[in-house]
C-alpha cells in the first residue's frame, strides 16, 4: 500500500510563490515517474510536470519557466516550486506516483488571487 500526501497548498497573491510538497509512504517496488496534476472547477484534471525515475523533467507549456519539479530521494518527497503564479493556476494539486500501478494523492489546494 503506497500513499502519498500532498502538502504546501494555499492562498497566494498573483506573482507569488508556493511549494508543494509529496510525500510517499508504503512499500514502493518500482517508480516510473512522479507526477503533479492540477483540477480547477469544471475543468478535466489536466497534467503539470513529470520527472522520471532518471530524472527527465517534463512540463506543461502553461507552466514551463514557472513551475519546477524535483524530488528528495532520501525523503522519499517531490515538490512542485511554483513561482510567479497566476488566476489560473487555481486549481487542487494532485500528486502521482507512475508505477507498476499508478497512486494518487488526495490533493492540496491552490489558490491564486487578489
Known amino acids: 500500500q503506497v500513499q502519498l500526501v500532498e502538502s504546501g497548498g494555499g492562498l497566494v497573491q498573483p506573482g507569488g510563490s508556493l511549494r508543494l510538497s509529496c510525500a510517499a509512504s508504503?512499500?514502493?517496488?518500482?517508480?516510473?515517474?512522479m507526477a503533479w496534476y492540477r483540477q480547477a472547477p469544471g475543468n478535466q484534471r489536466e497534467f503539470v510536470a513529470t520527472?522520471?525515475?532518471?530524472?527527465?523533467?517534463n512540463y506543461a507549456d502553461s507552466v514551463k519557466g514557472r513551475f519546477t519539479i524535483s524530488r528528495d530521494n532520501a525523503k522519499n518527497t517531490v515538490y512542485l516550486q511554483m513561482n510567479s503564479l497566476k488566476p489560473e493556476d487555481t486549481a487542487v494539486y494532485y500528486c502521482?506516483?507512475?508505477?507498476?500501478?499508478?497512486?494518487w494523492g488526495q490533493g492540496t489546494q491552490v489558490t491564486v488571487s487578489s
Open positions: 502521482k506516483l507512475d508505477g507498476r500501478k499508478n497512486y
Open positions: 520527472m522520471t525515475n532518471g530524472g527527465r523533467t
Open positions: 508504503g512499500i514502493i517496488s518500482s517508480i516510473y515517474a
